[in-house]
């Protein structure tokens, strides 16, 4: 089964600008959408965050789909307090551990880990800074995979968007993925539970 990186989360508040473009409810239609469109046809390969861990098992469980087979976590041990309790549901959750208790080394090595496998897209969706450490690692590691920057739910993705000529007000984003990432519907989702 073909790997997707997925690369979102709903902008806070509190750190940067991202925020104020962002749509949270946009945010979560589109990774919900994404979802549903791709799990059981392609891997979606994450780094956890709490606001998307919790909706990637919600499809899972709505499509009935295999997590070990579907999915793939990852995340960086120096966050472990934060963790979801979705996290439980994973039995694939890679965590790998922190870097001198350093938030830039840790991440860094944790998204090198996620990253280091065959990709055919990375989809950018929200988000906030860790948005471009992950799009330009992805390209460096991955420069033929198809990159897609959702615009129209705002935040660091849009801005990446609008930086990759991607911008684009559209909101049917089960179209979309069908587009830009070849996802068949009529495509059997393998890997059913």
Same mark, same amino acid.
């Given at each position: 089964?073909?790997?997707? $990186? ?11 600008? $991202? ?6 409810? +946009? ?41 070990? #087979?579907?999915?793939? +976590?990852?995340?960086?041990?120096? $966050? ?9 549901? $994973? ?56 990159v897609l920057a959702v615009s129209s739910p705002g935040g ?6 609008? #930086?990759?000529?991607?911008?684009? %007000? ?9 587009? %830009? ?13």
């Amino acid at each position: 089964m073909s790997n997707i $990186f997925l690369s979102a989360s709903v902008p806070q508040p509190n750190r940067g600008d $991202f925020y104020a473009s962002a749509s949270p409810f +946009l945010i979560q239609f589109a990774v919900r959408e994404l979802l549903t469109v791709c799990l059981g046809r392609r891997r979606i390969v994450w780094g956890g965050h709490p606001a998307i861990t919790p909706m990637v098992w919600a499809v899972c469980e709505d499509l009935n789909v295999s997590y070990a #087979k579907t999915v793939q +976590l990852y995340q960086s041990r120096l $966050f472990e307090k934060y963790f979801p309790p979705e996290n439980a549901n $994973f039995d694939n959750v890679v965590v790998v551990d922190a870097v001198d208790n350093d938030k830039d080394k840790s991440l860094l090595k944790m998204r090198q880990e996620m990253l280091a496998g065959d990709f055919v897209a990375g989809v950018f969706i929200g988000g906030m800074e860790g948005i471009f450490a992950e799009h330009d690692l992805f390209t460096q590691l991955h420069p033929k995979s198809t990159v897609l920057a959702v615009s129209s739910p705002g935040g660091a993705a849009g801005q990446l968007a609008h #930086k990759l000529g991607q911008d684009s %007000k559209r909101i049917d984003f089960a179209r979309i993925y069908r587009e %830009k990432l070849a996802v068949d519907p009529t495509e059997p989702r393998d890997q059913i539970k």
